[in-house]
């Protein structure tokens, strides 16, 4: 971890983290910090889980530069 992402993980407990909502962690039986792997067209990722209701039910969201690099924007 460099100093950049040990500064963030301190101010934001999701950084490095996959966000679920409460209630889609719990139908699938999820807690805080079990590892989970998140795939979709562009790849895959393992990561610990952070539950918040800070985050749409049904989907899945990372803090930090986990997700692809876009390339469209010049």
């Known amino acids: 971890m460099n100093l950049i992402q040990e500064a963030a993980g301190t101010f934001d407990p999701a950084f490095g983290k996959m966000s679920i909502h409460t209630r889609t962690a719990r139908k699938i ?10 795939e979709s067209k ?4 393992k990561a610990p889980i952070h539950v918040t209701e ?15 690099m876009v390339t469209t924007l010049g």
């Open 29 to 38: 039986g999820l807690k805080e910090d079990d590892i989970c792997w998140c």
């Open 42 to 45: 562009y790849g895959k990722v």
């Open 54 to 68: 800070l985050i749409r039910p049904g989907i899945v969201g990372f803090a930090g530069a986990t997700g692809r």
